[in-house]
């Protein structure tokens, strides 16, 4: 059995303008936002009957969404919700798989983060993957929280059913979640977790058999 897994970043945000460290910080979806996922969803649809009306899920989807699961931000359930929807699925809300919270400087911009923690800064820049802002999560408490949540979730999906059946399931979370997943399902070292980009309503298709991963396609966009 193929499992199919579309891990997805949610849509535009409000405030998003200005570029700022959100994190935990629970903001709406844009109106940009939701058409972003809409559209995402128009061609989920599509290939799902068609496999061959879709530009972007080339090779198509093979069949139906089983699963949606997404993180506790509302930026993330709103965004699950617009596709699950058309599944008739609600989403599986799974608080591991929120945003790293940024502790202090959460809503603060990366130029204001340089000016008023110097030292903090510069101590992040030098070592990433261990260091953490004040009251905040270290990328390596992000990873082991994440990837216990993926690997439940793989665990209820991946290698169920019969050798010709194909599993279908969405992860809608966020930038930084969406990295450290890629990061460990392509056993790419976490230190170069931001040469991975991650748009906003990007999707990432990830093929299982027999357990192992293919990556198919990073941060794929539905363009106007």
Request: hydrophobic fraction near 40%; aromatic fraction near 8%; charge should be negative.
């Amino acid at each position: 059995m193929a499992t199919n897994l579309y891990l997805i970043r949610h849509g535009e945000t409000e405030g998003s303008e200005t570029r700022r460290y959100k994190g935990t910080i629970d903001v709406p979806l844009s109106e940009k936002g939701i058409k972003q996922i809409k559209r995402l969803v128009k061609y989920m649809v599509q290939d799902s009957s068609n496999p061959h009306s879709s530009p972007f899920f080339k090779g198509g989807m093979g069949g139906l969404l089983s699963a949606v699961y997404c993180s506790d931000l509302s930026r993330a359930i709103k965004s699950a919700e617009i596709i699950a929807e058309p599944y008739s699925l609600k989403p599986i809300i799974v608080p591991s798989l929120r945003e790293r919270n940024f502790g202090i400087w959460e809503g603060m911009s990366f130029e204001e983060i340089r000016e008023r923690y110097p030292d903090e800064f510069e101590a992040w820049v030098s070592d990433p993957l261990k260091f953490s802002p004040v009251k905040g999560e270290s990328t390596i408490e992000v990873r082991n929280r994440v990837i216990d949540a993926l690997n439940k979730i793989l665990d209820n999906h991946v290698d169920q059913g019969g050798e010709s059946d194909v599993n279908n399931i969405a992860i809608v979370a966020h930038g930084g979640v969406n990295r450290v997943i890629l990061c460990y399902l392509l056993d790419i070292p976490m230190e170069n977790i931001f040469r991975i980009e991650q748009d906003y309503a990007a999707v990432n298709i990830i093929e299982f058999r027999k357990g192992y991963p293919v990556v198919k396609l990073i941060n794929g966009a539905v363009n106007d």
